[in-house]
């Protein structure tokens, strides 16, 4: 007896949906609500990578910031060809790379010497980092200039960014003082220092 044939079509695969692609473009509108899901999205897993790399929380939260607020300011760069997540590691992992370099060198001792042609020890030659009278004036003059583009915040944001890298407060003191929980302050710093950049851009006419 013959078989009869399924008529029916074999079903469709159902089409894989990059569940960041719509945030993104969002985002790229300007939208801070889509980019914020992002940001929950990512944070710990770029967290703890960061901290891995340089062993200490504080730099890791400060570092996860700036990763973040990096990624946001560069939106217009980002190519779907890649895994949006991709493309925030590798901005993450370059910011780390100049963090540690630059402190690397920050903390090199004056007093490490190495061996000159005839296997002598002599010290290393470290260029003094003292400021000139007119080094310190241009210094303290900028110094001034950023406070008053703070006072352009609003005060809850002014208020973070002061503790922080004024008094420079740790992210669990300043939640202390402020009566706030440890994420939201975190998540406010983020929203400051984006909005302080920004302020910077608009008036990078001043400096």
């Known amino acids: 007896m013959e078989v009869e044939k399924n008529s ?4 469709t695969p159902p089409v894989k ?3 960041d692609l719509d945030l993104v473009n969002k985002a790229k509108t300007g939208d801070q609500v889509a980019f914020g899901k992002l940001m929950a999205r990512y944070k710990e897993s770029v ?7 340089v062993h200490n929380r504080d730099d890791a939260d400060d570092l996860t910031m700036v990763a ?13 060809d890649f895994a949006f997540s991709t493309w925030l590691f590798r901005i993450a992992t370059n910011n780390c790379i100049d963090f540690i370099r630059k402190k690397k060198l920050q903390t090199t001792s004056i007093d490490q ?7 002598e020890s002599v010290p290393i030659a470290v260029k003094d980092k003292s400021m000139t009278p007119e080094e310190r004036i241009i210094k303290d003059q900028r110094a001034i200039k950023i ?4 006072q352009e915040l609003s005060p809850k944001y002014k208020q973070l ?6 008094e420079e407060l740790s992210y669990e003191e300043i939640a202390e003082r402020c009566d706030l ?12 220092k984006d909005m302080l950049y920004n302020l910077m851009k608009s008036t990078k006419d001043r400096y």
Do not use: C
Not at 113 to 119: I, K, L, M, V, Y
Not at 181 to 192: M, N, S, Y
């Open 68 to 80: 973040f607020s990096k990624a946001f300011n560069n939106l217009a760069n980002y190519s779907a």
């Open 47 to 53: 967290y703890y990578m960061i901290l891995k790399m």
């Open 161 to 166: 960014i002061e503790l922080r890298y004024f």
């Open 113 to 119: 010497s190495t061996p000159n042609d005839e296997g």
């Open 17 to 19: 949906v990059n569940p």
């Open 8 to 11: 029916n079509p074999a079903p």
């Open 181 to 192: 929980p440890l994420g939201t302050v975190k998540a406010q710093l983020f929203r400051a």
């Open 147 to 150: 406070r008053e583009v703070i």
